[in-house]
């Protein structure tokens, strides 16, 4: 099983990314999936998840910039994120879990895609 992300790198603070993340090895449709961020020093930080149900949920800093989707068909799950300030700089990663990520164990990890935002 594997998750495999991608669409990190360098932009402009007011610029956007976008982050994809495909799911390999079994179907995540019964799963939460989501993103997670985390910079030197600190702990990872929940980001977002897009329930098993299609509802989002993400962490006040972020919304209204960050939006999250999820593709069924292509086993995929997506972080569109706009205005992007120098404090969204963190390696990004995508999760999936059978639980409520954010607020339980998460059973899969990405490898993780650096976003840099410059001042």
């Known amino acids: 099983v594997q998750l495999q992300a991608s669409g990190g790198g360098l932009v402009q603070a007011g610029g956007s990314l976008r982050l994809s993340c495909v799911g390999s090895?079994?179907?995540?449709?019964?799963?939460?999936m989501g993103w997670f961020r985390q910079v030197p020093g600190k702990e990872r930080e929940f980001v977002g998840a897009i329930r098993r149900s299609g509802s989002a949920e993400y962490i006040d800093s972020v919304k209204g910039r960050f939006t999250i989707s999820r593709d069924y068909a292509k086993n995929a799950v997506y972080l569109q994120m706009n205005s992007l300030k120098p404090e969204d700089t963190a390696v990004y990663y995508c999760a999936a879990t059978r639980s409520m990520l954010g607020r339980g164990p998460t059973d899969f990890w990405g490898q993780g895609t650096q976003v840099t935002v410059s001042s």
């Open positions: 090895g079994r179907t995540f449709s019964s799963y939460d």
